[in-house]
Structure formats: structure tokens, C-alpha cells
């Protein structure tokens, strides 16, 4: 494949990074601050967008900036699966910095240029692991990431905040150091190399006579290292982090650190080992039941939650496990369904997080209990979270129906029966956590203090209108889904 | 001119302190602060010669210059290789950034009257080490091994307060221990071989390994320079001398005397010992391993517990100590060049560490972990600077600390010793925890009222430049690291083929 060299990449990590400093400067003037932030979204979404013709053509966009020791280089390189990661990212960073803007000052919270600086930060990490051209490159910006949202988790400065922030770091930052880091030693080790190449790193390499305790091992230590993807037992930091302000965990626990944890899980599948050496080890299949596991336990667990955020988060979690399935199926529709749900989980999830923010900043409520008839309120937001909800447990004709399909068409072609059990069972399921909210919220019956409340009403509209954007996307989606799947296509191309 | 500085380099290299501590305390006379002008020339001169001398010899042959011209088994021999000449480069850079970064730190910390003499031993102090560092007559190492120990004693009970006499005290009687253990080892190999010449000592050893006398000597060489190091568990000097001295001898102690020792192990074990399978079926590349991994872990133990920043550092410091020792003994080539790297790296990151340290209680006359809380707000500068060397010593990438821990790792992983690489891994997470504690008070808590006492309200420049600079280089170095990966890797490639049993 053609290859151009081309510092547009780097500029895509740059816009937002280079933000910090005119954010900061202007601190004291809160909408020049906010100016610079939604300048930055604006400009950094056009870079990416601008970084499609030449992938449609058939060329690669890339440089490799320098080689800090033998066969270990910091460089970018876009492909369609990067694109599509960054497309999404930096298109809902654009609404979740508007809606940040309505979030934080309704609700007068302290620190907001701390909040901006590092929101900014964050983006950069995200585009920067998007566009990485090999693993050393990859874990820089996914140990930046974990640095740049511990300020944000810990944003309220309270005990339970500082609790939560904790935990998080000590899992992410942990489990990189102690896991990702060997994996990616050994694979320099085994292979000589950092890069992604297309049918896998290892697989070129396999013929010397590795091991295959060795590259099991090794697979184990990825997926173990790769936490932010939340696969049980590694997955209480998310719940705990649900400290944040919401818009935080609307793009960063439901879009950009989440995903970049998926993200990297299918980075390491697809382009480090390979599908034909994982289906020739096996492993393929043991991750595909052993992240089936979390998906049910995640979904009967958020049964059990009563606070909104915390139900959400595990949601996530068991939404997670699905592109992980996804891939490990190593079937066309599988790969093919696995990297869709990483854009409709996003739209959905966002969507859904939200409409929490809305319902904190409109009522002040955060267990789903304190629902009851709030439709009557609050019309526009609970149709809203209509939309989140029925897409995500899969029904027509919303777009989660579509990702669904293929990872039960994928499971199917893979001949692994059972896992297209787990992903009924766990449809199932979500319509047993998510219905009842808007049972209650809409046929419930409202208080008479809520009644009488007059400060219940519907967020400013700041909040609402990137809210109805998103949800317009979910259903956009399935009524067009060739604005995604062609990308997929593209990316699938290499490897299938 | 300008031939007399190139032949005779080696030994100026040494002669420029001796002059320097003699002249200091004369300037001092006609006013104070010219002995910091000629403290800051003669560690700026020995800088240029040392790099000079790095350059000739990673082009050239090691330099052999023989002290007034008598040839090697009689007289003192001064041999410089690109092992050597890379530890003076460092040593004379982190002690010339000393210099600059004291003229702020020194006025508020050192008696007026006093500075003349604190330059006079400072660079006796220095002078000492390089002294160690070039010579190739092991007698002559203990000679300037108790000369840098006795400028130690002397600078660390400069200190302002109290316990600073206590921890000189401490230090003065460990370390008579350790030079006097390390005195006895080079009388045992005399009494074996007849010689002190390295080269000499070397090719008379052949053969005599086994016998009683070799063997204790090396005992008690080993001890008594592991007791120089600081290697966990004898390293009860260590913490209290670096945490009640001046800033700048904090400073600069930290990125130098123990890597001093640590060469002089290195260079004993590898040019006279066989480390690997020199004698008697002593692994001894392996006993230094375990106790190297025992430090690295200890120490940053330990240092989780601290309420006191520059003892977190000062016991972050053991355990870097023994991330040196791990490399070398692996004998690899990839492991030793990481070792090699690191004394470089550490040095950077912890001389920077204490410096930060040191404007911390500039500011505020305290050092406890408690009272930089909002320090952030404040010297939001320098706290920055303690975020980069805090990722730095954790070991993220394009930062220095990342580059010594991958060669450590791959040589570990080439030579089999896998054990190491939990050990490092493990010992990042705690360094990972301890700095993490400090970086939270720094930027999440808001100053406490008890804080108000400011000693001074701007931190003089001169200790603000030479901190970044060192900041800077971890970043640099980190990025490009090249230069000094190459270096490092051919110093490991003579150092690991000229090994005697081969």
C-alpha cells in the first residue's frame, strides 16, 4: 500500500494539546476559555475528517517521527480502523464540550479550567492511540490517557472522590506497568518489531519455532494489561470512577477511555497476532467464553443498581465484553459486528449518560427510584433516553440492532452456538435494567413535592441540543449504516 | 597551549579540584563570593576535560597517561575507557549544575563566613571522585575513596540543623568501616599478588583464585564497597545524610557518590574478578542479583512510608542503586549498557529530585510530605518539574527512566535471568505509589494555614535554571536517546570482552 508521508496525524494529536495553553491563559474569562475549547474540537474533527479521501484512495497517511532505540519508533500511521476510532472521538467531543459548558455552569462547579485543560489533554491521548502506528506509540498515549483523566475523576475533591480517582489509577496505571508492559517486551522480544501489520506481528514471526505456551502467555498478559477494557476481574475502576462530573463520564467512560481499551484489544488481535494464529492457538475461543462471562455478570449486576450512573456503568461493562466477543470470534461478521458496536455502543452509551447529566442538572436526582412520572417534566430528555435505551438492547430501528445482528450472525459462522445463547440472554437482560426506568419515568406516578417543584424542569439547552444530536445519530445509523460499515469494510479488507 | 591540555587531560582532569579547594578559600579572603566563581570554573573546566576524554576515547584506544612518567607496576597509573570517562562526564556535569543551583540554595542555608570553606571541601569532595573514577592503581582508589569520604563527612555536617551532626557522625563511622574493610581486601590481594596495578593484578590473579587470601579479600571488598553504595541492609547512613544535609550536597551527593562506589564494584569485578565463573563455583553474578533485587525492592518500600520527601528520596535512591548493580552483574551486553544508563539517568532524575526538594524548603523550611499540600497553586513551576521526574522515575515512555529499564529488561530476558523482570516491574509500581503520594498533596489538596511561614518569596533563578536544565535532559535524552545508548552499549561491549577468564 501506498504509503505519504504526512504530519496531518500529528496535527490531529496536536490541535487539542496546543489548546491547553490558550485555555489556561484565559482563565479568568470563562467564554473566551470555552471558545478556545470548542475552536479546537471544530479544527481537530476537520483534520480527521480530512484524513478520509486519501484513505479512500487507497493510501496510507503516516509518518514516523523518530526511533528512540533499535526497531522501537514513535510514529502515527492511519488506517480505516484508526479513522473510524478518531471520527467518533473527536466528533462527540465537539456536543460533549458544548454540553459541558451548559453541565458545569448550571451547576456552578469549581475548577472549570482545570476541567477544560485536561478534557483537552485527554483528547490528544485518544486521537494519538487512534492513529498510532505500533504498540510502543499505542501505550505512551494509553498510559497519557490514564494520567490526564485522574484530575477529572478526582474533580470534586471529596473523599469518595479521591477514593475513586484512586482506584482507577492504581488499576489502569497498575495493570499497563505490570501486564501491558512485558507483553509488549516479549513481542519485542519475539518479533524484533513494535508495528501493526496487517494479518499480525507475531504471525509473520511464527515460523521461527515460538513457543505457543510462550505467545499464550503472552496473549494473556495483553488482555490482563489492557484494563480499560474492563473485562472482568479488572473492572471495578469504571463503577468507581462514576465519581466524575457526568459529561466526563459521558465521552471519556462511554467513548474515548473505554473504547481505547477495546480499541487496543482489537489492535492487538487483528494486527499483532493475527486471526490465523489465533485460531491456530485457540485463544480465540477462550476469550470469546471468557469475556461472555462478564456480559451476563455485568448486566445482572446493574439489575441491582439503583443509582443511574451506576447502572449505566454497568451496562458498559457488559457492552464492552460484546466487542470483545466480537472479535475473538475471528469470523468476518464477527470482526465486522465488534468494530460497529464500538460506534453504536458510543452513540447510545453517550446518548444515555446524558440524559443523566440532564436529570442531575434538571432534578437533582441520581437513583432511579426518584423517577417516578418525571416524563411529564422532563418530555424531551426521557424520549431521549428512549432512544439510548431501545438501541442498546437491540431493537429495530435503532442502530444497536445492527451490531447485534452481526455479532450473532459472527457467532453463528464461528459455529460457537452457545455465544449467540450469551447474546440473547443478555438482550434480555438489558431490557430487564433499562425498561423499567422508562416504565416508571413515563406510567409512574410523580410525587406531589416533584409536582409542585418548580425548579423541575428541562436542562438548559446547551445540554439538550448535543443530546438530540446523538440520539439522531442512533437512529441516522440504521438508516444509513454505509457511513460506518464502509469504513469497516475498508479495514476488514486487509485481513479477511 | 592547547596541546598541553590534550596530553595532559587525564590527570587535569584531577588537578583542577586540587587547585581549585586550595584557591577557594583564598579567594575567600579578599571576598566571599569569589570562591563560588572558583568553584564554578574548576567544575566547569573538569566538565569540558571529562567530555573531551569521553570523545577521545569512543573514537580512539583507552588513554594510558602514567603520573611522572613512571611505568605502571611502579608508579600510578591513570587509564581512561569509555566506562570511566562516561561516569566523569556525568559526575563533573551533575557537580558544576550543583555549583550554579548553590549560589541561591547556599546563601540561605551556609553560614557567611563559612562559604569559602564549604567550596574548598566541595570540590575536594568532587576532586576525590574523579580521582576514583580515572586512576588504574587500586590503592590510589582508596586514597581518593577516603578523601571524597572525608569532604562528605564535612559537608554533610554543614547542615542547619541538628541532626545533621548526627547523620555526619553515622556516615563517618559506617563509612570508615566500609574504606577500612575495602583497605584490608587491598592488602590481602597485595599479600597474594605484589602488585596495586589493576592491569598488573589482573594477570597475577590468573590462577590464584581458589586459594584463601583471594577469596577473602574479595569479602571484604565487596562489603566493604556495598557499604558505600548503600545497598540494603546496609544502608543506614545513607537516609539521614542526604535528608540533614544542604540542599546542593543532597543534590549533588545523590547523583554521584554512590554511583562512585558502584563503579568501583563494577570495575573490580569485571577487570580483576572473573564475576561470572571466576573461582570456587561461587555464582557470584547471581548473589549480586538477589542482593541487588532485595535493595531494589526494600528501598522503595520503605519509601512508600516516609513523611519526609528528600528521606522518600534518599531511600528511592537505594533502590535505584541496586537497578545499577541488576544490570551489571547480568553480565549481557544489553543489561550492562541499561545499568550504565542508569547511573546517567538516575543521577539526572535524582540530582533534579532534590533540587526540587531543595526550593521547596527554600520557600518554605520544610520538606515533610504534608506541608507541600497546594504547592501546586504556588511553585506551580517546580511542581511541574517534580511531575515530569516522578514519570520519569516510574518509567514512562520518552522519558530517561524508560530507556534504562527496557535495556535492563531485554538483557534479562536475553541472558535468562527472568527473575529481574517482576523485580523492575514491581519496584515501578512502587516508585509509581510513593511519587504518586507526593504528586496528590502537590496538585490536589489545598495549602494548609500552618504553611504561612514563607523563609522567602521567589526562588533565586539560578536554582530554577539549573533544575530545568537537568529536566529538560530526562526529557531529551529520552526522546533522542542515541547518544547515550551508544555510548553506553560499546563501554559494555569492551568492558564484557576484555573480562580476564576469557
Excluded at chain 1, 518489531?193 to 521461527?208: D, H, I, P, Q, Y
Excluded at chain 1, 424531551?380 to 435503532?398: K, Q
Amino acid at each position: 500500500m501506498e504509503m505519504i508521508q504526512s504530519l496531518t496525524p500529528v496535527y490531529a494529536v496536536l490541535v487539542s494539546l496546543s489548546a491547553i495553553i490558550p485555555i489556561y491563559l484565559s482563565r479568568n474569562n470563562p467564554n473566551l476559555r470555552e471558545f478556545w475549547t470548542i475552536l479546537a474540537a471544530i479544527v481537530k474533527f476537520i483534520i480527521v475528517l480530512s484524513l478520509i479521501p486519501p484513505l479512500l484512495k487507497g493510501q496510507t497517511v503516516g509518518i514516523n517521527l523518530f526511533e528512540i532505540l533499535p526497531g522501537i519508533s514513535f510514529g502515527f500511521r492511519v488506517d480505516s480502523l484508526g479513522l473510524i476510532f478518531a471520527l467518533m472521538a473527536s466528533f462527540l467531543w465537539i456536543l460533549t464540550s458544548f454540553y459541558s459548558i451548559g453541565y458545569m455552569r448550571s451547576l456552578k462547579e469549581h475548577n472549570q479550567t482545570r476541567y477544560f485543560v485536561c478534557f483537552a489533554g485527554s483528547l490528544s491521548a485518544t486521537i494519538g492511540a487512534a492513529f498510532a502506528a505500533n504498540l510502543f506509540t499505542m501505550y505512551i498515549f494509553y498510559e497519557a490517557l490514564t494520567l490526564f483523566t485522574y484530575p477529572l475523576i478526582a474533580h470534586e475533591e471529596t473523599d469518595e472522590a479521591f477514593r475513586g480517582a484512586r482506584i482507577y489509577l492504581i488499576y489502569l496505571l497498575g495493570t499497563s506497568i505490570a501486564f501491558l508492559l512485558p507483553a509488549i517486551i516479549g513481542t519485542y522480544l519475539a518479533a524484533g518489531s513494535l508495528e501493526f501489520v496487517n494479518g499480525g506481528l507475531l504471525a509473520a514471526t511464527a515460523s521461527k519455532g515460538l513457543s505457543s505456551t510462550f505467545l499464550v502467555v503472552l496473549f494473556a498478559l495483553f488482555i490482563l494489561g489492557i484494563a480499560k477494557a474492563a473485562i472482568m476481574p479488572l473492572h471495578s475502576w469504571l463503577p468507581n470512577a462514576m465519581v466524575a462530573p457526568t459529561p466526563v463520564s459521558a465521552l471519556l467512560h462511554a467513548v474515548a477511555v473505554v473504547k481505547m481499551g477495546v480499541f487496543v484489544v482489537l489492535r492487538v488481535v487483528l494486527y499483532v497476532f493475527g486471526i490465523d494464529l489465533m485460531s491456530a492457538l485457540g485463544i480465540g475461543t477462550f476469550l470469546a467464553y471468557f469475556a461472555s462471562f462478564t456480559i451476563l455478570l455485568a448486566s445482572i449486576i446493574a439489575l441491582r443498581q439503583d443509582n443511574i450512573k451506576a447502572r449505566l456503568a454497568y451496562s458498559t461493562i457488559s457492552q464492552l465484553s460484546y466487542i470483545v466477543v466480537g472479535v475473538s470470534l475471528l469470523s468476518l461478521s464477527g470482526v465486522k459486528g465488534s468494530i460497529l458496536h464500538i460506534v453504536v455502543h458510543a452513540f447510545s452509551k453517550i446518548t444515555l449518560f446524558f440524559w443523566a447529566g440532564a436529570m442531575a442538572v434538571g432534578t437533582h436526582k441520581k437513583y432511579v427510584s426518584q423517577l417516578s412520572g418525571i416524563a411529564k417534566k422532563m418530555p424531551v430528555s426521557m424520549a431521549i433516553f428512549t432512544v439510548g435505551a431501545l438501541s442498546l438492547i437491540g431493537l429495530p430501528p435503532f442502530s444497536g440492532f445492527l451490531s447485534k445482528w452481526y455479532l450473532l450472525k459472527g457467532s453463528l459462522e464461528a459455529g460457537l452456538v452457545p455465544i449467540a445463547f450469551v447474546f440473547m440472554i443478555s438482550s434480555f437482560l438489558n431490557a430487564c435494567y433499562f425498561l423499567p426506568i422508562i416504565y416508571i419515568a413515563y406510567f409512574g406516578k410523580i410525587s406531589p413535592e416533584d409536582e409542585k417543584d418548580s425548579h423541575i424542569k428541562e436542562a438548559p439547552k446547551m445540554m439538550l441540543v448535543p443530546m438530540c444530536i446523538t440520539a439522531t445519530m442512533v437512529i441516522l445509523i440504521f438508516f444509513f449504516p454505509g457511513i460506518v460499515t464502509s469504513l469497516i469494510d475498508l479495514a476488514l479488507n486487509g485481513i479477511f | 597551549m592547547i596541546d598541553f591540555f590534550t596530553t595532559h587531560a587525564p590527570v587535569l582532569t584531577i588537578v583542577v579540584f586540587i587547585f581549585g579547594a586550595l584557591l577557594a578559600p583564598v579567594f575567600g579572603r579578599i571576598n566571599n563570593s569569589l570562591s563560588y566563581y572558583c568553584a564554578l570554573i574548576t567544575t566547569a573546566l573538569s566538565f569540558v576535560l571529562s567530555v573531551y576524554l569521553l570523545f577521545s576515547v569512543y573514537n580512539n584506544a583507552p588513554l594510558e597517561y602514567l603520573l611522572g612518567g613512571w611505568k605502571p607496576p611502579y608508579g600510578i597509573e591513570y587509564r581512561v575507557d569509555i566506562l570511566n570517562s562516561f561516569i566523569l562526564s556525568v559526575v563533573s556535569f551533575v557537580s558544576f549544575l550543583s555549583v550554579i543551583y548553590g549560589y541561591g540554595s547556599i546563601k540561605s542555608e551556609i553560614y557567611e563566613k563559612r562559604h569559602p570553606a564549604f567550596y574548598s571541601v566541595y570540590l575536594l569532595f568532587i576532586g576525590g571522585m574523579m580521582g576514583i573514577l580515572i586512576t588504574n592503581d587500586i590503592f590510589n582508589m582508596y586514597v581518593f575513596l577516603e578523601i571524597t569520604s572525608l569532604a562528605g563527612y564535612a559537608l554533610i555536617a554543614m547542615g542547619r540543623t541538628r541532626y545533621s551532626y548526627m547523620a555526619s557522625f553515622n556516615y563517618l563511622i559506617l563509612g570508615s568501616v566500609g574504606a577500612t574493610f575495602f583497605l584490608i581486601g587491598i592488602g590481602y590481594l597485595y599479600m597474594q599478588t605484589g602488585t596495586l596495578n589493576l592491569t598488573d593484578l589482573a594477570q597475577r590473579l590468573q590462577g590464584h583464585f581458589d586459594t584463601n587470601v583471594v577469596l577473602v579479600a574479595i569479602a571484604f571488598i565487596v562489603v566493604g564497597l556495598m557499604l558505600k553504595m548503600a545497598v540494603f541492609p546496609l544502608h543506614f547512613w545513607l537516609p539521614d545524610a542526604y535528608t540533614y544535609s544542604p540542599s546542593v550536597i543532597s543534590a549533588a551527593m545523590a547523583g554521584t557518590s554512590t554511583k562512585v562506589a558502584a563503579y568501583l564494584l563494577i570495575r573490580l569485578m569485571y577487570t580483576i574478578f572473573g564475576i561470572q565463573a571466576g573461582f570456587s563455583g561461587i555464582n557470584f553474578s547471581g548473589i549480586i542479583i538477589v542482593i541487588a533485587s532485595i535493595t531494589i525492592l526494600a528501598g522503595s518500600i520503605i519509601a512508600i512510608s516516609q513523611t519526609d520527601l528528600k528521606k522518600m528520596l534518599a531511600f528511592s535512591s537505594i533502590g535505584q542503586i541496586g537497578y545499577i548493580l541488576i544490570g551489571t552483574a547480568m553480565v549481557n551486553k544489553y543489561a550492562f549498557a541499561g545499568g550504565l544508563l542508569h547511573i546517567l539517568n538516575h543521577a539526572m532524575m535524582k540530582t533534579a529530585l532534590f533540587m526540587v526538594a531543595g526550593g521547596f524548603f527554600y520557600k518554605f523550611t520544610s520538606t515533610k510530605i504534608n506541608d507541600l499540600k497546594g504547592m501546586g497553586r504556588q511553585m506551580p513551576f517546580a511542581s511541574a518539574m517534580f511531575l515530569i521526574l516522578s514519570l520519569s522515575m516510574v518509567g514512562i515512555p520518552l522519558t530517561v527512566g524508560f530507556i534504562s529499564k527496557w535495556y535492563i529488561i531485554l538483557g534479562a530476558a536475553q541472558s535468562g535471568y527472568w527473575i529481574v523482570v517482576p523485580v523492575i516491574l514491581l519496584s515501578s509500581l512502587l516508585t509509581a505509589i510513593y511519587f504518586g503520594r507526593v504528586v496528590h498533596n502537590l496538585f490536589f489538596k489545598d495549602s494548609e494555614a500552618s504553611n504561612t511561614g514563607i523563609l522567602h518569596a521567589k526562588i533565586p533563578y539560578s536554582m530554577v535554571s539549573s533544575t530545568a536544565v537537568l529536566v529538560f535532559l530526562c526529557i531529551f535524552f529520552g526522546v533522542f536517546a542515541y547518544m547515550p545508548v551508544e555510548i553506553s552499549l560499546k563501554a559494555a561491549e569492551n568492558i564484557i570482552g576484555a573480562m580476564p577468564w576469557k
